[in-house]
């Protein structure tokens, strides 16, 4: 039975799509006969009528690899995308790097490796990104010594 205009005066009063609205098939002769909106309405509220739920996106499988990856796992390299510098800014990199040489001259000079004025002269370097990590600044030092 062709129901189309009962069920496009349908999906306005029950605000859904076309597709969202289920006639029950026992009753399509009675929709059929309605012809206005009171009548949509009736049954409707008959319940010859009704709007189909709208089904979204399930988010159990996201949940499950957000907590995995909250322990750690799945994070290698094939689940990586965009560059190093992506994942880790630039700048996050350089406070890292440059507190661990900074911590490192202060040890050395707390133990009396190094003097206050060759400290200073490292500190200057080191700030200006002579020195790549800890290991480099130990051979500039032993090159130094020389």
Do not use: C
């Amino acid at each position: 039975m062709n129901v189309r205009s009962q069920r496009d005066i349908a999906k306005n009063i029950l605000k859904v799509g076309r597709n969202k609205v289920w006639i029950d098939p026992e009753k399509t002769s009675e929709v059929q006969a309605s012809i206005t909106k009171n009548d949509i309405r009736k049954q409707i509220s008959e319940g010859a009528i009704k709007a189909r739920p709208i089904i979204g996106t399930s988010t159990a499988r996201s949940k499950i690899i957000k907590l995995q990856k909250k322990k750690g796992n799945m994070t290698g390299q094939g689940k990586r995308k965009g560059t190093k510098k992506t994942r880790t800014s630039s700048k996050r990199a350089w406070i890292t790097k440059i507190r661990a040489l900074r911590k490192e001259l202060n040890n050395l000079k707390s133990k009396e490796k190094i003097k206050t004025s060759e400290y200073r002269h490292l500190y200057l370097k080191s700030s200006s990104g002579v020195f790549k990590d800890k290991s480099s600044l130990h051979l500039y030092l032993k090159k130094m010594r020389q």
